[in-house]
């Protein structure tokens, strides 16, 4: 005697275990707290930069070379000299400022910032940073949503309680101390870097990648690698990835972006940017404030062990080979899947009110399926199949 279709569809989808009553008040409380002190904390931070001389170190150099380019489009803005005499001119703090290391399109974009007084294109700059901060933040928090939102979903009589969507609360509480008080994050604002400007498009790469615009990731790498070099190392990861259309996008980003600049300042200051990069910083692998994977050791040796500092960059580089080849290792046997939004699949059975009965249908249950009506109509065909070997015994 068969089974009655109700109970064989409770047994392929148990009922979800509901979370205790007295948890909801509490969640909903530190989903509230959580975020809010960190909130609070960030504001602190924000500012006592402000008040202080924060924010200046790093964009005196940006300045510079944005006042270069508007008094000549085609200084040589990698040149210590031509900085030095821009930075004279802008009255920069400090001056002459850090060597410019960065592609020009940056400097390009600050040419109207320039126009104002360093003092008060400082202020405007950390302003504008501490936007993309938050800005970024709530990014984050967002895509985090997305991925919580399964793991909460909630019965008819959670929205009574104020918990109908919990995860976006739970996103929040994550990612707020996560992101906002991030030392990297708090570093670049307080130094004034173009980190958080970089940050920007990059931040945007998970949510374009989850709604499936893999042209529009290449372009926001493209642009992202444009502000800094950094960046372009996730070329490498799109290719390993074998995301095509997303190289595809970040190359015709590169070489569209490139010709303009390269038309505004000319190809002597362009192409001269990568020999500048790779020049300036090369021996500063044992600071203090090297953040690198390997810095504290690189800078506990030369502390130690001077004469053991050639054996620890030969350690450095065996050690990012080794990274190398485990990262393209893993990238290479992971599954690939279809960035974007997976379609729905069909399975066997049909679904009746979210419960699926996995039994093969008939032949006209399965020509009636097709108009749309086969739901309702396996589910009445087994209750009555049932019914009436029941009667029959």
Known sequence: MGRPATQVAEAANPPRTQRSPRGRPRLAALTVVIPA??????LGWVIGTLAGP?????????????????????????????????????????????????PPLLA???IPLSLLPFSAAATCWLLFNAGLWLFAALLLSRELRALLR??????????????ADPARRVALAFAFPLYLLAWPAGSALLLGQVSLLVML??????????????GWVGVAIGCAALLKFTPALLLGYLI????????????????????????IVGPGTYFAAAPQALHVGADDAARPNNQALLGVL????????????????????????????????MLRKAPLSAPSTPKPTRTRGVTSAGKTIRRRPTRSIRKRRSSGEGGVVVVDVYRTRYSSRRSRT
């Open 37 to 42: 002190a960190a909130l609070v904390l960030w």
């Open 298 to 329: 690189l800078v506990a040796l030369d502390a130690a062990a001077p004469a053991l500092a050639p054996l620890a960059h030969l350690l450095e580089y065996v050690a990012l080979l080794a990274v190398l080849s485990g990262a393209t290792f």
């Open 54 to 102: 924060g924010g200046r170190n790093d964009f005196a150099t940006y300045y510079a070379a944005a006042t270069a380019l508007r008094l000549d489009p085609h200084a040589n803005i990698y040149t210590g000299d031509v900085l030095a005499h821009a930075a004279a001119i802008g009255h920069t703090q400090p001056s002459p400022p850090l060597p410019y290391t960065y």
């Open 150 to 163: 399964p793991a909460f979903a909630q019965s008819d009589g959670n929205e009574r309680r104020g918990l």
């Open 108 to 110: 390009i974009l600050l």
């Open 240 to 263: 390993l990835r074998r995301r095509w259309r997303a190289l595809v996008g970040a190359l015709v980003a590169l070489a569209a972006l490139s010709l303009v600049c390269a038309l």
């Open 201 to 214: 498009p990059l931040a945007l790469v998970p949510w374009l990648t989850r709604h499936g615009r893999e």
